[in-house]
């Protein structure tokens, strides 16, 4: 007859128990940041199998297959940093949950890259370098491999720092390195340079002056009115108005193209029709979500938060239509000078691309798009819906007077830019009113060191951000040329 368990026994199996429950945790404790590489993985090896089968059997298939890996890595990257613009301000201001924005971005993203990314793109990155200074496709290739490589690497590089770059700008830098180091300087188209460099600084002065103007709207006619939500049931209405007919302008320029072309003029008198019936809609229900609603601030923030929403899912629509082109341009330029031989500005884009530049958004925002989000909703200043609400429409209107100018901007860079115009424009209204309190003895004086501790807009974020604008373009270029020398003396 077995030996009954003793106490001691127990106590021997209790403590085995906790050992292996430990291992367990630590190996779970591990494990658990290699689950989102280990997935993008997975994704990248089946563009892979995807552009085997697609293209298998064709002549270069194996150059293809390896520029798809590449074109996916650098969807997923896009994914990672870009979307945290348009779903940061939101989910900084508790508009929405961490998990609603990754939702929110990610059908709408692929929706804006399937259904409105164009089928034709300037896979030459807006003409930085001229195709006829390279005389052999084969350099071609090599030359747009480098610049698909290079700028993915530096979108990586700058997500791991945490700092929002502009992925336009890195594809940009990209060809231009490639192009050097493949045909000379003469080759790089230097008066689109030129204005891609001064879109650095146009683009963000440009998002933050107009999202602290509307803020200064918001305060001075909403806020600080005694009846703040007869206030808001007056213009609330025309802000959502303002803001449906900017997307609806931006999205008739970037969306349509398929079916018709559609000239600026065009662009904004479908604007101007779509703003004037969402006021005419917006007007009774926000008259009816008001009912009932306190006389005070935190009433002004609920009114704030659908229309938010709203425009973060539209952002997020137009950022895929527009920049998927970064993902898979240079990827569609293989693909072409592959298939054809020869290579043009402008080709026409499979769709099997365009699906791994639309997936791969989605999974680089769903894997590794919270920190960035986390970064730009609220580690550069403090959000609510209304300051959100003014980035969100910042960056719409930005990107129209922009079109309309024929300025190439960055999405990141007007975005990112709202948001520090908020925080700017904040802590200069609240100085202002620290005097004036001051002046009338209404409060106590501070120290300088006191003053510097309550900055609204913190400024290790604004230098590391900035530096990483700078150094985009030259950095991504320098890359480019590195690799593109490497792969020409491997392949040569």
Same mark, same amino acid.
């Given at each position: 007859?077995?030996?009954?368990?003793?106490?001691?026994?127990?106590?021997?199996?209790?403590?085995?128990?906790?050992?292996?429950?430990?291992?367990?945790?630590?190996?779970?404790?591990?494990?658990?940041?290699?689950?989102?590489?280990?997935?993008?993985?997975?994704?990248?090896?089946?563009?892979?199998?995807?552009?085997?089968?697609?293209?298998?059997?064709?002549?270069?298939?194996?150059?293809?297959?390896?520029?798809?890996?590449?074109?996916?890595?650098?969807?997923?990257?896009?994914?990672?940093?870009?979307?945290?613009?348009?779903?940061?301000?939101?989910?900084?201001?508790?508009?929405?949950?961490?998990?609603?924005?990754?939702?929110?971005?990610?059908?709408?993203?692929?929706?804006?890259?399937?259904?409105?990314?164009?089928?034709?793109?300037?896979?030459?990155?807006?003409?930085?370098?001229?195709?006829?200074?390279?005389?052999?496709?084969?350099?071609?290739?090599?030359?747009?491999?480098?610049?698909?490589?290079?700028?993915?690497?530096?979108?990586?590089?700058?997500?791991?720092?945490?700092?929002?770059?502009?992925?336009?700008?890195?594809?940009?830098?990209?060809?231009?390195?490639?192009?050097?180091?493949?045909?000379?300087?003469?080759?790089?188209?230097?008066?689109?340079?030129?204005?891609?460099?001064?879109?650095?600084?146009?683009?963000?002065?440009?998002?933050? !002056?107009?999202?602290?103007?509307?803020?200064?709207?918001?305060?001075?006619?909403?806020?600080?009115?005694?009846?703040?939500?007869?206030?808001?049931?007056?213009?609330?209405?025309?802000?959502?108005?303002?803001?449906?007919?900017?997307?609806?302008?931006?999205?008739?320029?970037?969306?349509?193209?398929?079916?018709?072309?559609?000239?600026?003029?065009?662009?904004?008198?479908?604007?101007?029709? !779509?703003?004037?019936?969402?006021?005419?809609?917006?007007?009774?229900?926000?008259?009816?979500?008001?009912?009932?609603?306190?006389?005070?601030?935190?009433?002004?923030?609920?009114?704030?938060?659908?229309?938010?929403?709203?425009?973060?899912?539209?952002?997020?629509?137009?950022?895929?239509?527009?920049?998927?082109?970064?993902?898979?341009?240079?990827?569609?330029?293989?693909?072409?000078?592959?298939?054809?031989?020869?290579?043009?500005?402008?080709?026409?884009?499979?769709?099997? !691309?365009?699906?791994?530049?639309?997936?791969?958004?989605?999974?680089?925002?769903?894997?590794?798009?919270?920190?960035?989000?986390?970064?730009?909703?609220?580690?550069?200043?403090?959000?609510?819906?209304?300051?959100?609400?003014?980035?969100?429409?910042?960056?719409?209107?930005?990107?129209?007077?922009?079109?309309?100018?024929?300025?190439?901007?960055?999405?990141?860079?007007?975005?990112?830019?709202?948001?520090?115009?908020?925080?700017?424009?904040?802590?200069?209204?609240?100085?202002?009113?620290?005097?004036?309190?001051?002046?009338?003895?209404?409060?106590?004086?501070?120290?300088?060191?006191?003053?510097?501790?309550?900055?609204?807009?913190?400024?290790?974020?604004?230098?590391?951000? !900035?530096?990483?604008?700078?150094?985009?373009?030259?950095?991504?270029?320098?890359?480019?040329?590195?690799?593109?020398?490497?792969?020409?003396?491997?392949?040569?």
């Amino acid at each position: 007859m077995a030996d009954k368990p003793t106490d001691k026994n127990w106590k021997t199996l209790d403590k085995d128990l906790g050992r292996i429950s430990q291992f367990e945790n630590a190996a779970s404790y591990v494990s658990r940041p290699m689950v989102a590489p280990g997935i993008a993985l997975i994704f990248i090896v089946l563009a892979g199998l995807a552009a085997g089968i697609f293209f298998g059997g064709a002549s270069g298939s194996a150059i293809v297959v390896v520029a798809a890996i590449f074109g996916a890595y650098m969807a997923i990257n896009i994914g990672a940093n870009d979307v945290a613009n348009n779903m940061g301000p939101a989910v900084g201001a508790n508009a929405l949950t961490m998990g609603g924005a990754i939702l929110i971005a990610a059908i709408f993203e692929s929706a804006g890259a399937l259904l409105a990314g164009g089928d034709v793109v300037s896979t030459i990155s807006k003409g930085i370098i001229d195709p006829a200074g390279i005389a052999d496709s084969g350099i071609f290739i090599w030359a747009m491999m480098a610049a698909l490589v290079s700028s993915a690497l530096w979108v990586n590089l700058a997500t791991w720092v945490g700092a929002p770059v502009s992925t336009t700008h890195s594809v940009v830098g990209g060809v231009m390195g490639a192009g050097i180091a493949a045909a000379g300087m003469a080759a790089v188209n230097w008066p689109t340079m030129g204005k891609i460099a001064a879109s650095w600084v146009i683009s963000p002065v440009l998002g933050g !002056v107009i999202a602290a103007m509307f803020l200064a709207f918001i305060k001075a006619r909403i806020v600080y009115q005694e009846d703040k939500l007869a206030a808001a049931r007056r213009w609330v209405p025309l802000l959502i108005a303002i803001m449906a007919a900017a997307f609806a302008a931006y999205l008739s320029l970037k969306g349509l193209k398929k079916i018709i072309k559609i000239d600026i003029t065009t662009a904004l008198l479908i604007g101007v029709a !779509v703003g004037a019936a969402s006021y005419f809609i917006s007007k009774p229900l926000i008259a009816k979500q008001s009912e009932g609603l306190e006389n005070r601030n935190k009433s002004l923030k609920v009114l704030f938060s659908m229309p938010l929403v709203f425009s973060a899912a539209m952002l997020s629509f137009a950022h895929g239509a527009n920049d998927v082109a970064n993902a898979v341009g240079p990827l569609a330029a293989i693909v072409h000078a592959t298939e054809f031989g020869d290579f043009a500005a402008k080709v026409a884009i499979p769709s099997w !691309v365009m699906v791994i530049g639309a997936f791969g958004i989605s999974f680089g925002l769903f894997l590794f798009g919270p920190k960035l989000i986390r970064m730009v909703g609220s580690q550069i200043t403090k959000l609510n819906p209304m300051r959100a609400y003014c980035v969100a429409l910042s960056a719409a209107i930005t990107v129209i007077v922009a079109s309309w100018l024929g300025l190439p901007v960055s999405s990141t860079h007007i975005a990112v830019g709202g948001v520090f115009g908020v925080g700017f424009y904040r802590e200069w209204h609240t100085e202002r009113r620290r005097r004036q309190n001051l002046a009338t003895k209404a409060i106590k004086p501070v120290t300088a060191e006191e003053r510097r501790r309550r900055k609204l807009v913190r400024r290790s974020h604004f230098m590391t951000i !900035v530096a990483a604008w700078v150094i985009t373009v030259p950095a991504a270029a320098a890359m480019s040329a590195v690799i593109f020398t490497l792969l020409h003396a491997v392949a040569g």
